[in-house]
């Protein structure tokens, strides 16, 4: 094109602005199809060079990105949860693997994450777990009953029985199996027993529900003055805890009254 045509046509498009719109538009509008199947035809041909480019970009770019996406998700909330829900329930397999890989992936972060997210939330974790137990009690019986036939699950606990016995043995000055052996005794005569925690009544089963207040995984010894007797459900809700997170626990989440001590501290 010569500067002389050039011209011409820029005076043109100048003159008929308006006209050379309306006239695309309505272009546009009457070949919908045709066009949306040449820009896809361009699109795939180029697809590389676009992802390429958009990816560079996007490096590039890496905090305008966040904060763009991050606006996006703000103003399109819902539209954005219920796309993520959708494309979650139609591709269930290929979004479970993908997070299998990135779990695996990413363990240790995950563990720290998770260990300093429970402390800096211990309330509202302690609640939840509350709540949970309190609602999948069958659950986690047959959960534990399962885990304890699996290899692991049985060579672990065999371990643990094992070390337990040897903890006992080790920390016993001969109170503890004295006092067990009357109240086993006591049991078999038919005498229901208080729980030390919830003070409810309930029918002991063997040394069950012999409860060490010090747990002996946290070093607490095998003696007269460490035991007391303690339904399941309060003796598996305390588990690990210590008495004095014991106490808390179950004043705030089981609605325990705590009873004054005695004097001297027994
Ligand atoms: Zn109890």
């Given at each position: ?187 078999q005569q038919g005498q229901t027993f ?65 009873e004054e001590k005695p004097a001297n501290?027994?």
């Amino acid at each position: 094109m010569s500067e002389i045509e050039k011209e011409y046509s820029r005076r043109y498009r100048e003159k008929h602005h308006d006209e050379i719109l309306e006239r695309a538009r309505i272009f546009r509008s009457n070949n919908k199809g045709k066009i949306k199947k040449y820009s896809k035809k361009y699109y795939d041909k180029s697809k590389d060079k676009y992802s390429a480019y958009g990816k560079k970009y996007r490096e590039e770019h890496k905090e305008q990105e966040k904060a763009r996406l991050h606006k996006y998700f703000l103003e399109n909330k819902d539209k954005v949860l219920s796309r993520n829900k959708k494309y979650t329930i139609e591709n269930m397999e290929k979004v479970k693997a993908r997070q299998k890989k990135y779990d695996i992936e990413h363990l240790k972060e995950k563990q720290e994450y998770r260990k300093k997210y429970n402390i800096l939330h211990k309330e509202k974790r302690n609640k939840q777990i509350a709540e949970w137990q309190k609602t999948h009690k069958e659950q986690i019986r047959n959960n534990k009953r399962e885990w304890r036939h699996t290899p692991r699950g049985r060579s672990l606990s065999l371990a643990s029985d094992y070390e337990r016995r040897a903890r006992l043995k080790k920390t016993s000055d001969g109170s503890a199996e004295k006092w067990m052996a009357e109240k086993l005794l006591l049991e078999q005569q038919g005498q229901t027993f208080i729980c030390e925690y919830c003070k409810k009544e309930f029918i002991m089963k063997g040394n069950r529900n012999f409860e060490h207040k010090i747990a002996l995984d946290n070093g607490g010894p095998n003696i007269r003055s460490n035991l007391c007797i303690s339904c399941p459900p309060c003796n598996n809700q305390k588990y690990l805890k210590s008495p004095a997170e014991w106490d808390e626990y179950r004043v705030k989440y089981l609605g325990h009254v705590l009873e004054e001590k005695p004097a001297n501290g027994l």
